[in-house]
């Protein structure tokens, strides 16, 4: 629960409706899903098996397990997607919170559409307002952290999850009882092969690795904290199932209730943040439902900052006592913490950084980070023997499966991910 915290949160909700919004609805669906089987599932397992495996995060693992600092440019890559991640993750988290505070206020009674888009508008430039916003919940990310990932995030996810997917279900039997809302499923189920370019195929694969927490070292750390039983090939199953039943769920939330209500599906990052309000507004007990909704939408933007910042802690824990100057974990929450503020800061008062954060994680740095984790498992670490990542798994992955993971890591991840890259660059 605590990796499927990690992967759901507001990549699903906030941000994978406005990207299929963007790129064709069904489109975008269909390449999405193929991405998650193709690139998902062996890159999650990838990830599991090099921490449970290495007993180590992302700094220490790739040196514990080879044996050498070749591969610890790896780790650098990893440290470097989860900061820059944070710094625009944090201050979307903060619209959240801002959010739950008006909802406690009925703040949106009685707006229209356009009430609503005017709304957002004022709130995310409203700098001050963000700023305390922003800094909230990197506070008590940091409060979680003080402790372990087993006290903390493991038990706020047993509880909360299942009641975020509960408002959900609920929420989206609402909205298919709107009118016109037979032509958003249309919009997010229909396939139309036309509408497949190669940008669409590029932002499938980062929303895949962003939602999925894939490339950036967190499910390295969390595979560090599994037991050694834990069966790693079960465990990827269940958080892919479940991270991408919530990305399912959002949209099916979204779509029909634009259309119902006239907006447009290709609003951007601010799509959410004005339908979702508009849906509450139809829902019985208005207050209530507002209040619980962004409460949990809250807590899921939390279990995902955690993870985030969790690698920074870890990687920073790890550096120190590799250089003879350990840092404990507090300390290393403390100057983590500090330094994701900062980061926050300058995010709030540039925009364009916000947007560049984005974009350069998701179509360029986690693809990479993900690619050198295959090419590192597939070609570098013996398969099988005592310092094989299955090592310890052959209970739990049969023979045929473990030689088309290997192959899968060896050829097909890599040679997507470089034809994909070269595509966008106009090279081919």
């Known amino acids: 629960m605590a990796a499927a915290g990690s992967a759901v949160g507001l990549g699903n909700i906030w941000k994978f409706p406005y990207i299929a919004g963007e790129n064709g609805g069904g489109a975008f669906l269909v390449v999405y899903l193929v991405c998650v089987l193709l690139f998902g599932l062996p890159l999650i397992m990838t990830e599991?098996?090099?921490?449970?495996?290495?007993?180590?995060?992302?700094?220490?693992?790739?040196?514990a397990l080879n044996g050498n600092n070749r591969w610890q440019w790896l780790s650098w890559v990893c440290m470097t997607t989860a900061f820059l991640i944070m710094g625009f993750y944090f201050v979307v988290t903060g619209w959240c919170f801002n959010y739950l505070v008006e909802a406690c206020m009925n703040v949106f009674k009685g707006m229209d559409m356009q009430a609503l888009t005017s709304h957002f508008k004022e709130i995310t430039t409203?700098?001050?307002r963000m700023i305390v916003f922003g800094v909230l919940p990197v506070v008590l990310t940091?409060?979680?952290?003080?402790?372990?990932?087993?006290k903390g995030i493991e038990r706020l996810s047993k509880i909360l999850m299942p009641l975020l997917l509960v408002m959900m279900f609920l929420m989206a039997?609402?909205?298919?009882m709107l009118d016109n809302s037979n032509i958003g499923?249309?919009?997010?189920?229909?396939?139309d092969f036309s509408q497949i370019t190669p940008r669409v195929v590029l932002e499938a694969m980062g929303q895949c690795f962003f939602?999925?927490?894939i490339g950036m070292g967190a499910l390295i750390t969390y595979g560090a904290y599994m037991p050694k039983t834990q069966n790693v090939t079960r465990t990827s199953i269940e958080v892919i199932i479940l991270d991408t039943l919530v990305a399912l769920l959002a949209g099916v939330i979204i779509f029909p209730a634009?259309?119902?209500?006239?907006?447009?599906?290709?609003?951007?990052?601010?799509?959410?943040?004005v339908v979702l309000p508009a849906i509450l507004e139809q829902m019985s007990f208005t207050w209530l439902s507002s209040v619980l909704f962004f409460g949990l939408l809250c807590i899921a933007a939390l279990t995902s900052t955690i993870s985030l910042m969790e690698v920074a802690v870890a990687f920073l824990c790890d550096a120190s006592a590799a250089h003879n100057h350990p840092l404990d974990r507090r300390k290393s929450v403390l100057i983590t913490s500090a330094l994701v503020i900062a980061l926050v800061l300058v995010c709030e008062f540039w925009q364009p950084l916000f947007d560049s954060f984005d974009n350069i994680t998701a179509c360029i740095l986690l693809p990479l980070g993900a690619m050198g984790m295959a090419l590192f498992v597939g070609w570098r670490l013996p398969n099988n023997g005592q310092k094989g990542v299955l090592h310890g798994e052959k209970t739990h992955?049969?023979?045929?499966?473990?030689?088309?993971?290997?192959?899968?890591?060896?050829f097909i991840v890599p040679a997507a991910i470089i034809i994909i890259f070269l595509n966008s660059l106009g090279v081919i």
């Open 142 to 150: 940091a409060c979680v952290l003080w402790f372990d990932v087993n």
């Open 173 to 176: 039997g609402r909205v298919l």
């Open 211 to 213: 939602s999925l927490s």
């Open 48 to 63: 599991f098996l090099i921490g449970k495996r290495s007993g180590k995060s992302a700094y220490g693992a790739f040196h």
């Open 126 to 128: 409203n700098t001050p």
């Open 185 to 191: 499923m249309q919009f997010f189920f229909r396939f």
């Open 258 to 273: 634009v259309f119902a209500f006239g907006f447009n599906p290709a609003e951007g990052p601010q799509l959410v943040f």
């Open 397 to 410: 992955i049969k023979r045929w499966a473990r030689k088309t993971f290997i192959f899968v890591l060896r």
